[in-house]
DNA sequence: TAAAAAAAAATAGTATTACTATCTTAAATT
DNA sequence: AATTTAAGATAGTAATACTATTTTTTTTTA
């Protein structure tokens, strides 16, 4: 049996919905090709379009901008880590293992689940390390804000704050703290692979000891008081 | 007595000295006024040019690109932070003590220092907490690397990094935990203004509650064994 | 000091990007 | 079958990010 988990998308994030016409999914999928493969500096709709089959303005029927674009791609995959989260944390009873899975579900490569073949999702993920903070770091922050455009994003940490209080219910700064383990668990990786001399991971280059050391700053972090 | 620290920069992050000329301080001064006001995306060198009293190509003679000219400011505000954090720890014995200093500096709104009437180092901090990660952020990060841009940065990591170190010599992961305090200090502070319930700090917004998470995430986490 | 060389500055231009407006064709509705 | 409505293609524009060329100024040196 094959199932199928429906993200629904903030509606001001498109002009049309993209997941509704061929044309739309396939802007979706060579999207996160080319952002992955040229960053998001050089990536244009012009090229969207010729590799997707159309004109700059049959991307500019879905997407308002590239800025728009970005904001709907990150905004899926938080959506879609969310799922996850819950999926794989459902009947788990003890904090301390649902956190633990948590952050190895944040900081791992994601395999590509199928269940959607417009979105790559384990270059998504690379996405999101790499170009992931630009969707806010903008003078429009607020009003996307206001738009509701980061809920996802914002959804994603009340999880893992609410995680972290049933942890340890005194703990002052459950919130600051999962934005800090969902920020680290990206950028330690993007500095492991590109800037190695800012980690302590240089030689061995794994997840894994990304995951050791966010495991080891949430819990002897946590563990007095 | 007024005494005037010079920052050595990287050369092949200029075409021309801008510390060399009337011309190129304005560029410097202008420059972090604008992407301050307008954000580093809309910022161009057409504005930049109409500022300073010049042409585009005037602008060009200076500097290969916006990026480049993001590098240098970056480059600048690492450095100098570095000494100013070099200068306070000094004398200062006890690692906590000089530790809980470093993650004040971090975290601290500056004070114009008017040692250098062309860069206001009050806004240039902004500028690092808001637009800070788009120097690294991008495709170009390993050549950026290779020359030798991000060494204030990494040698400012590495201070604090030798800090956490002689607080806690067995300590596993004092680079990774380095790198983190740094982009905490900045992201915690963006996330406060910009995106509130990612923090604990909505209500208040005030540095001294970033400063207080990050004491507790550095010496709580680092407490036991 | 005048001519030559070098450097700095201004002018003009181009390719690309980001976007708009219009026109054509196809699909859906009445 | 006529009429909306929507989708898609074509053509165009303003701004951006540069480059190339020419002019002016400064410096060097004969």
């Given at each position: 049996m094959k199932m199928q988990v429906h993200i629904q998308m903030n509606e001001g994030l498109f002009l049309r919905n993209p997941e509704g016409s061929e044309l739309g999914k396939k802007i979706l999928k060579y999207g996160v090709l080319l952002i992955h493969k040229n960053g998001f500096e050089a990536f244009t709709f012009k090229k969207l379009a010729e590799e997707s089959g159309t004109t700059e303005a049959g991307?500019?029927?879905?997407?308002?901008?590239?800025?728009?674009?970005?904001?709907?791609?990150?905004?899926?995959?938080?959506?879609?880590?969310?799922?996850?989260?819950?999926?794989?944390?459902?009947?788990?009873?003890?904090?301390?293992?649902?956190?633990?899975?948590?952050?190895?579900?944040?900081?791992?490569?994601?395999?590509?689940?199928?269940?959607?073949?417009?979105?790559?999702?384990?270059?998504?993920?690379?996405?999101?390390?790499?170009?992931?903070?630009?969707?806010?770091?903008?003078?429009?922050?607020?009003?996307?804000?206001?738009?509701?455009?980061?809920?996802?994003?914002?959804?994603?940490?009340?999880?893992?704050?609410?995680?972290?209080?049933?942890?340890?219910?005194?703990y002052k700064y459950p919130k600051s703290l999962a934005s800090t383990i969902v920020e680290m668990a990206h950028f330690q990786i993007f500095f492991m692979n590109n800037l190695p001399s800012l980690t302590d991971f240089g030689k061995s280059r794994q997840e894994e000891d990304v995951i050791s050391f966010l495991n080891d700053l949430v819990f002897s972090g946590l563990k007095k008081g």
């Open positions: 991307i500019y029927r879905y997407f308002e901008n590239k800025h728009k674009l970005l904001l709907y791609l990150t905004s899926w995959y938080w959506a879609w880590l969310e799922f996850q989260i819950r999926f794989h944390t459902n009947n788990i009873e003890k904090p301390t293992v649902k956190l633990k899975k948590v952050i190895k579900l944040l900081a791992s490569t994601v395999a590509d689940d199928e269940q959607t073949n417009y979105i790559n999702e384990s270059l998504l993920h690379q996405i999101i390390i790499s170009e992931g903070s630009k969707a806010y770091l903008t003078k429009q922050v607020g009003e996307d804000n206001k738009q509701e455009f980061f809920k996802p994003y914002k959804d994603l940490c009340a999880t893992i704050g609410s995680i972290i209080s049933e942890y340890r219910p005194k």
